[in-house]
């Protein structure tokens, strides 16, 4: 199984950026592509980005040009350099894993709060 960690999330002004990071554990050779989730109070889990094992990058529509998703695998870490953050962004992040084969691995998730 793969263990997913979360940290980075905080609270920042409009206008301000985080970085948030997700370590993998367990088995990392079997994970293809990861991505950020996020879900705010009364509404739903969203996509925020993906990114494949050759980088490819995924973003919503709401997040597209501020937003920058990375992944080093030598670290077994993936990034979310959060940009221009908006008030409309505070939700908790969290980290997904697809493993070949198997149902995606969720983290716990990490608060983040953009105050206006």
């Known amino acids: 199984q793969v263990q997913l960690v979360e940290s980075g999330g905080g609270l920042v002004q409009a206008g301000g950026s985080l970085r948030l990071s997700c370590t993998a554990s367990?088995?990392?050779?079997?994970?293809?592509?990861m991505g950020w989730y996020r879900q705010a109070p009364g509404k739903q889990r969203e996509v925020v980005a993906r990114?494949?094992?050759?980088?490819?990058?995924i973003y919503a529509d709401s997040v597209k040009g501020r937003f920058t998703i990375s992944r080093d695998t030598t670290k077994n870490t993936m990034y979310l350099q959060m940009n221009t953050l908006k008030p409309e962004d505070t939700a908790v992040y969290i980290c997904?894993?697809?493993?070949?084969?198997?149902?995606?691995?969720w983290g716990p998730g990490t608060q983040v709060t953009v105050s206006s």
């Open positions: 997904c894993a697809e493993r070949v084969g198997y149902l995606p691995a």
């Open positions: 367990g088995s990392i050779f079997s994970i293809a592509t």
């Open positions: 990114i494949t094992s050759l980088g490819s990058q």
